[in-house]
């Protein structure tokens, strides 16, 4: 399975952006970038996902690198709202569409 | 359109007793996810269902646990003989397509006494 390896932690100011890296060095060609986030123990909330390009919605922007071997989530302007458990996951092809959640960062938007 | 519910959402048995945790998809997906989240850990997988199929159940404990998406209903993760361990918040997610962006539900939280 491709990994992915995320920072534990993270600080952002209230109302400045939040700059989320993922780091998938063994990730293969077909393999989707997805973005999930966990307030407070709730049900994950599906953010964003890409394969290679740059994508962008109501929520975040993702920055995928050329070499797709590490990715950007950008929240663009943090709410305290923000705060949760960001999973970056590498959806592979071959496992059925499973999820494979690591431990993701930790977010913490502070005012 | 509806998300995916769960139910119920907090659920309570004592030991030896058996857990029905139920989810029904987002209107118009066929395709379930069952992960559990133990406490203080993350999310794994347990089981992948199509309609009346079990696609993957590579998560799934070899005993005491079984899932299944009938025809009509919701999904059903069942749970026999209870143990403490088994205590977790277990998510349903569901995908329009196999291999499609999966939107989970709210979770049932179960706590074995």
């Known amino acids: 399975d491709a990994k992915t390896t995320q920072p534990t932690s993270m600080d952002c100011a209230e109302g400045r952006a939040a700059n989320l890296p993922c780091n998938h060095s063994?990730?293969?060609?077909?393999?989707?970038v997805y973005w999930y986030r966990q307030i407070h123990s709730q049900g994950p909330q599906y953010i964003i996902h890409g394969l290679k390009n740059n994508e962008t919605n109501e929520m975040a922007s993702l920055i995928i690198t050329e070499d797709r071997k590490s990715s950007t989530l950008i929240l663009p302007h943090a709410t305290l709202r923000d705060t949760a458990v960001y999973y970056c996951i590498v959806r592979v092809e071959s496992n059925t569409g499973k999820l494979i959640f690591g431990q993701g960062t930790t977010l913490q938007v502070k005012p | 359109n509806a998300g995916v519910m769960q139910n119920p959402r907090h659920l309570v048995r004592r030991r030896g007793q058996e857990a029905r945790l139920r989810c029904s998809p987002m209107?118009?997906?066929?395709?379930v996810y069952w992960y559990r989240q133990l406490p203080e850990e993350g999310l794994k997988f347990m089981v992948y269902l199509q309609k009346e199929n079990i696609i993957d159940e590579s998560g799934m404990p070899k005993e005491r646990f079984s899932a299944e998406f009938p025809k009509e209903g919701p999904s059903i993760l069942r749970i026999q003989q209870v143990v403490r361990g088994d205590s977790a918040a277990y998510f349903c997610?569901?995908?329009?397509?196999?291999?499609?962006?999966?939107?989970f539900g709210p979770g049932t939280r179960l706590t074995v006494l």
């Open positions: 997610a569901s995908s329009l397509r196999d291999r499609d962006t999966q939107y």
């Open positions: 209107k118009g997906h066929s395709h």
């Open positions: 063994t990730i293969s060609g077909n393999e989707y």
